[in-house]
């Protein structure tokens, strides 16, 4: 029982994240009544942040904005959908319900100011606790997300539809000038 389990849990669990992750984004996606509205998401610039500050640093920025999505209000449910990208879904809420939360959630993202601290950092906490006085962040960087949202424009729309709407929609915010929220 154990090992069926944690073969689900991996199976529909991001776990650098801890989101639910596409699997589960596919099973929910077929379980929707007509009103919903899906949100994709994606971290502005993030190959270029992962290149110049390394992919520890870049998955530090996977989780914060996995931490904000999660916090998102309004019955919202985030998901890993791959990569630098994650997906929002809100269930019986229309496009115009769900703007607000998803404008919060993108103003949320770019006010936390991430540190980058010094390579020398302790990497046991104890340590870093002791020493934490003598640190001085070295970059303080903050993040962008733009995000896409859409909801069925006919009765009985299927979801993946409404999806690659929502997918355009991003593409759109990061041709606007990317931190943005478009329908």
Known sequence: ??????????????????????????????????????????????????????????????????????????????????????????????????????EHTRAAVERYKMAIRSDERPRHQDAGIRRRGDSVPTKIVSVTISIGGAEPEIERQPPVQVLKAADEALYRAKKGGRNRVAT
Do not use: W
């Open 1 to 102: 029982v154990a090992f069926v389990q944690e073969s689900h849990r991996l199976a529909f669990r991001d776990e650098l994240t801890g989101l639910p992750g596409r699997r589960a984004l596919d099973e929910r996606l077929r379980a929707l009544g007509p009103h919903y509205v899906i949100a994709m998401a994606d971290v502005d610039h993030f190959k270029g942040f992962n290149d110049t500050h390394g992919h520890d640093i870049g998955d530090q920025v996977l989780k914060l904005v996995a931490a904000r999505l999660a916090e998102a209000g309004g019955g919202a449910e985030a998901f890993r959908y791959g990569g630098e990208e994650f997906c929002m879904l809100f269930r019986d809420k229309t496009l115009k319900e769900a703007l607000p939360y998803l």
